[in-house]
């Protein structure tokens, strides 16, 4: 069993930095008195430009330390250098992380998981800052390669130059089913608070996660938000925090109330069958592309017309539109599509080059 699925949903909170020992004190007693399972704050923090505050370090895991002896609480740090492994540990930190800036970087990973080498400690996994989903698996790898049995990747969005959907970190949830995908098994967890940037976004982006089966969440969470000195326009009150908590609906992947049953099973069959229509119909269409390929071949036309890709994409995405449907979903669709009638119409014009070469 996953530790990090040993509540539903796992929930990690804290400060995105241990400040002063009586801010760090203040957030873990709070903390403590809700359905919270783990602590986090920052002790060394990547900025991205300098001059920002860098952390407590050393000073800020005593904090930890005896925040965890008073409350209670496990707790957590972001740990990017192995001299920081060496130092949580001495401090007794429950969890560690590796934060956006280092899964990035595959030497620095393989170093951090060197050094957990013989270590029996959980160990949770931000996606890296550019949306890669070979990256993001491939440090949880190297940690396990490291024999780390713990494993969790979270969702924290990822950088862009503009930002979009006014989210700091545009989400990429197909990116993060894909590794849930690839690994079943693995514990998923979201972190809205460095995906939105924005305090008042982060109930909605937590119950996205949670309807899409994520385990865990984690929030900062601040006594003075607006005071905090990293990520202040993020964090949130324990008691906002206990708020949006008590609002989350959690989901299950099934269900055994019988009428629910029913009724998506019959949605589903309605639905199998019209998959069934529309593999057969895409099979005649590629019917017809060989055909169009064996009169180009007359004609000594090409395969690839781009005035007809741009007619395709124009009258299908005007199609779509009638069923308010995203125009980039549908050209997604017909670029798979059409790249497959390409390859048929390539390898028919071939055969027949072919024969026309020993006749
Ligand atoms: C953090 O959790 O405070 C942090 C620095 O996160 P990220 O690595 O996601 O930027
Ligand atoms: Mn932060």
Request: charge should be neutral; aromatic fraction near 6%.
């Amino acid at each position: 069993m996953s530790y990090f699925k040993t509540a539903k949903p796992f929930v990690i909170a804290g400060p995105c930095s241990a400040e002063t020992r009586e801010q760090t004190l203040e957030t873990a007693a709070a903390l403590s008195k809700m359905n919270v399972q783990l602590f986090r704050a920052g002790v060394w923090k990547p900025r991205t430009r300098p001059g920002s505050f860098e952390g407590n370090g050393p000073d800020a895991l005593v904090w930890l330390q005896e925040a965890k002896q008073t409350y209670g609480l496990p707790v957590t740090v972001e740990v990017a250098e192995p001299e920081h492994i060496e130092l949580a540990l001495k401090h007794d930190i429950d969890v560690l992380w590796l934060g956006a800036r280092t899964t990035v970087n595959p030497f620095q990973v393989q170093r951090l998981a060197d050094a957990l080498k013989g270590v029996r400690i959980p160990v949770m996994v931000k996606n890296p800052v550019n949306p890669d989903v070979n990256l993001w698996h491939g440090a949880i790898e190297r940690l396990e390669q490291a024999g780390i049995e713990q494993v969790a990747a979270i969702h924290r969005g990822f950088s862009g130059y503009s930002s979009a959907a006014g989210y700091r970190n545009q989400p990429n949830w197909p990116i993060a089913i894909e590794l849930k995908r690839r690994r079943p098994e693995l514990a998923m967890i979201c972190d809205p608070s460095h995906i939105t940037g924005a305090r008042n976004r982060i109930a909605e982006v937590a119950q996205k996660a949670l309807d899409m089966r994520f385990d865990g969440l984690m929030i900062e969470t601040h006594p003075r938000p607006d005071e905090a000195w990293s990520d202040a326009a993020q964090q949130v009150t324990p008691e906002a925090l206990k708020t949006i908590l008590a609002q989350l609906t959690v989901r299950e992947e099934f269900t055994t109330d019988m009428s629910s049953q029913v009724q998506l099973e019959y949605l589903r069959q309605v639905m199998d069958s019209l998959d069934a229509e529309i593999i057969d119909l895409i099979a005649r269409r590629m019917e017809l592309s060989e055909k169009m390929a064996a009169v180009k071949s007359v004609c000594n036309m090409t395969a690839y017309q781009p005035a007809r890709w741009r007619e395709i994409v124009e009258t299908r995405s005007e199609r779509a539109a009638m069923h308010q449907m995203p125009k980039e979903f549908i050209i997604d669709v017909y670029e798979k599509i059409h790249h497959e009638s390409i390859r048929k119409q390539l390898s028919v014009l071939a055969e027949l080059n072919k024969g026309a070469l020993t006749k």
